[in-house]
């Protein structure tokens, strides 16, 4: 069993490289992106580590990728894409995040590509319905969401494409919930607007219902709690004339004036019974 780390110089000419089921735990030199002539990479159940190099798509050449099972992580590299001659991918059981580059869909000849177990997030890229040679897509265990495309290769997919992700929707034939239609997605935003400004409305109500209650209340309590007051009123015949209104408040002098009320001044006097 290999340990450490690896070297790729004075490699140039390598055509296949099989470091499979070590100990290697360095990240992966960006010289191996050099070895241009190099058809075959298989650096499977290792202890890689970082990011995959960005110039990942120098390997113009490359047939068969396979660097599961390590503790790679970060994006995938858009360079990906340059592979158009590789017909076999594994990424899987890693911790790959990030989007899946749309731009995969150029390596046109892939027939099986393995990206489960990882973090990627995001949409499954609708553009990958152009794949042509496609044969097993295997994006289970992942963060994804949204629809499952249904054109192209994926008519010919399975459920066990999405197992363990729960914000897909799509064909029954997924095993998750189905699709719903633009018109039926609009109508559902717009019952639930609907729902909610009825729910603030009432609730607004209601808080105005409990208000002027409360103030009927301690009104009422008030009254309760001075009944002389109640029967003073009792006695006293309305309209009073201006007349008696000035003998009462002595000219609305300003000794009898406590305040403003919420119409205008107040006075206070006592009128003759």
Request: aromatic residues 6%; proline residues 4%.
């Amino acid at each position: 069993m290999l340990i450490g780390s690896i070297s790729s110089s004075n490699l140039t000419r390598l055509q296949a490289l099989d470091l499979t089921s070590n100990n290697l735990s360095t990240t992966l030199p960006s010289g191996v992106c050099e070895l241009k002539e190099l058809l075959e990479l298989y650096l499977k159940d290792n202890s890689f580590t970082g990011h995959l190099p960005l110039n990942l798509g120098n390997l113009a050449m490359m047939v068969n990728m396979d660097i599961s099972a390590n503790k790679l992580s970060g994006e995938l590299p858009a360079s990906l894409s340059n592979l158009q001659m590789l017909g076999h991918l594994n990424l899987s059981h890693n911790t790959f995040d990030g989007h899946i580059p749309q731009q995969l869909d150029h390596m046109v000849n892939v027939e099986p590509i393995d990206l489960s177990h990882n973090k990627l997030s995001g949409e499954t890229p609708k553009s990958w319905e152009k794949h042509r040679h496609i044969k097993v897509l295997d994006l289970s265990f992942n963060l994804l969401e949204g629809e499952i495309p249904s054109g192209g290769k994926f008519a010919n997919l399975s459920a066990e494409s999405f197992l363990g992700i729960y914000a897909l929707y799509g064909a029954p034939k997924f095993h998750v919930p189905l699709c719903l239609d633009k018109t039926e997605r609009q109508s559902k935003s717009i019952a639930a607007r609907v729902i909610g400004v009825c729910t603030l409305g009432g609730s607004a109500l209601l808080v105005i219902i409990c208000t002027f209650t409360g103030i009927s209340c301690y009104r009422k309590r008030r009254l309760l709690k001075h009944p002389d007051d109640i029967e003073i009123l009792r006695g006293i015949t309305l309209p009073v004339s201006q007349r008696e209104l000035l003998h009462a408040t002595s000219n609305f002098s300003n000794a009898n004036f406590p305040g403003n009320g919420s119409f205008g001044s107040v006075y206070k006097g006592i009128l003759a019974r």
